[in-house]
């Protein structure tokens, strides 16, 4: 498969979130194409529309949106198959065996320093693209970091 990208999304209303990220993305050598949005509302607008492509990605901060986003978007035949990540300072070993349980993928506990939580962000974007690239089967991917 010849993919120039990643397609992510991140779901965020915290700027210095969103420019945390756009930096970590910005250094690594793996093509992200990035549309960030400030709800779940945002999000479920623009996949509404026609002619949106899917993202093959999605981060959400966990404190904001719980699992609102996640119900909506595993609802959908066309955004099944996307990988989900939650990340959170707050969320609890039951919280994040709920969203596992409802199908998300990936979730980061945001406790570490900063640099351990790029390492992790960093981590999941490489990994994501070598199961993209590759063709793996993603249906059974999960990982807790």
Known sequence: MNKEYLNVFLVDNIDENIDFFKNIFNEL???IKLLTFQN???VLEYLDKDDTLAPELIF?????LKNE?????KKR???YKVITAIYSEKISDAEMDDFFVKNGNICIKKTESKSAFKKKISD???L???YYTSGLNKDN???KI
């Open 141 to 143: 991917f999960i990982l």
């Open 29 to 31: 050598k793996v093509g």
């Open 77 to 79: 035949e066309n955004l």
């Open 40 to 42: 779940s509302d945002e």
């Open 128 to 130: 994501n693209w070598q």
């Open 69 to 73: 986003l996640l119900d909506e978007i």
């Open 124 to 126: 999941v974007i490489t």
């Open 60 to 64: 959400m901060n966990y404190d904001i």
